[in-house]
């Protein structure tokens, strides 16, 4: 069975703090994306990655990062949490060309970040 | 840049009974695909239906369809014969096709409620 797993269900941080969010995905997807959800605005990307070392900034990237050094890994990073970054963030994947066209993503199930 | 609206935050059908979940999108392309997800209280985003923007056939897939009516940027969705199971947050959500990197852009959500 195919995943995208991300490594923490529930997170809570102190403001100021860094935070980092990790994903994993077993399916040799060439791309992978990170979201955050948020009650009555959808989801939102933030950041996504085409390529290992390769980013792009989402439409709300501001006061966060990715690392992507490994295929299968895909991080975000929050430089200084802060209260507005409290939130649900998902992790997706997706292979490249026609594959993403077709059948979409796969999602992670979420991690709900608290930062109080 | 594309927009995808859901204009009903919450509904509920009774057990067995039709729902129609409404979404329209705003876009200058002519070629994009448009998606139907599934987020249980589980949070696992899963997969319902997609619809190719050139087809002129709506989707089906067993009790999920589609009304795509493309000059008005409508892309509702039909549920027939409700299950409790059903109970989920839905999203509308649109891919333009770009490269090898499909980005999807999702609407706010519609939280069903089956009732039994």
């Known amino acids: 069975d195919v995943k995208v797993t991300q490594s923490s269900r529930y997170l809570v941080k102190r403001t100021g703090e860094k935070v980092f969010l990790e994903c994993v995905q077993d399916?040799?997807?060439?791309?992978m994306f990170w979201y955050r959800q948020d009650p009555g605005l959808g989801l939102r990307l933030i950041y996504f990655?085409?390529?290992?070392?390769?980013?792009e900034k989402g439409d709300i990237p501001e006061g966060y990062s990715v690392s992507r050094e490994k295929k299968e890994r895909f991080s975000l990073i929050l430089e200084s949490a802060s209260t507005n970054q409290t939130s649900m963030y998902l992790c997706?994947?997706?292979?490249?060309?026609?594959?993403?066209?077709?059948?979409?993503?796969?999602f992670g199930s979420g991690t709900r970040l608290t930062v109080v | 840049a594309q927009t995808v609206t859901q204009s009903q935050p919450e509904m509920s059908v009774q057990e067995a009974e039709t729902v129609t979940l409404s979404c329209t999108y705003d876009?200058?392309?002519?070629?994009?695909?448009l998606f139907w997800y599934k987020q249980p209280p589980s949070r696992q985003m899963i997969l319902v239906i997609r619809?190719?923007?050139?087809?002129?056939q709506n989707a089906t897939e067993n009790r999920f369809s589609v009304n795509f009516q493309k000059a008005a940027k409508s892309f509702s969705l039909k549920i027939s014969d409700s299950q409790l199971g059903d109970t989920a947050m839905y999203f509308c959500?649109?891919?333009?096709?770009?490269?090898?990197?499909?980005?999807?852009?999702f609407g706010q959500g519609t939280t069903l409620q089956v009732k039994p």
């Open positions: 997706a994947s997706s292979p490249a060309g026609r594959g993403a066209h077709s059948y979409g993503y796969t």
């Open positions: 399916m040799d997807h060439e791309n």
């Open positions: 990655s085409y390529d290992v070392k390769m980013k």
């Open positions: 876009t200058s392309e002519n070629n994009y695909y």
């Open positions: 619809q190719e923007a050139y087809k002129q």
């Open positions: 959500a649109f891919m333009k096709l770009s490269g090898n990197t499909g980005k999807l852009i």
